[in-house]
């Protein structure tokens, strides 16, 4: 629970990220959580890292913000992504 008693977890009671969540991931996350880039919040989307498709939970601490430019990466076939130790996310294209 959130410190006003919004919900920040909803697991699989939504598929899509709340505001609520979308203003706390922007606490947490200073800009796009690809390796390298600094797009501002504000541009970002909330992203699944485990897909939800494939039993992703709509949780804080597994929703990435990345940029639209990212975001499209991270859904596009052609990439992989992992996320690194330090949090931050890296794009490689598949071989
Ligand atoms: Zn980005």
């Given amino acids: 629970m959130g410190g006003?008693?919004?919900v920040l977890d909803a697991g699989r009671d939504s598929r899509f990220?709340?505001?609520?969540?979308?203003k706390a991931m922007r606490l947490q996350q200073k800009c796009c959580q690809a390796e390298g880039c600094d797009m501002p919040p504000e541009w970002c989307d909330a992203h699944h890292l485990d897909?939800?498709?494939a039993g992703g939970k709509t949780n804080?601490?597994?929703g990435a913000l990345?940029?639209?430019h990212h975001h499209r990466l991270a859904h596009n076939a052609?990439?992989?992504?992992e996320r690194l130790p330090d949090g931050t996310i890296r794009f490689t294209r598949r071989p």
């Fill in 66 to 68: 990345l940029c639209p």
């Fill in 17 to 22: 990220f709340q505001p609520i969540q979308r």
């Fill in 51 to 53: 897909p939800w498709a």
């Fill in 78 to 81: 052609a990439f992989i992504h």
């Fill in 60 to 62: 804080l601490k597994d």
């Fill in 4 to 6: 006003d008693g919004q």
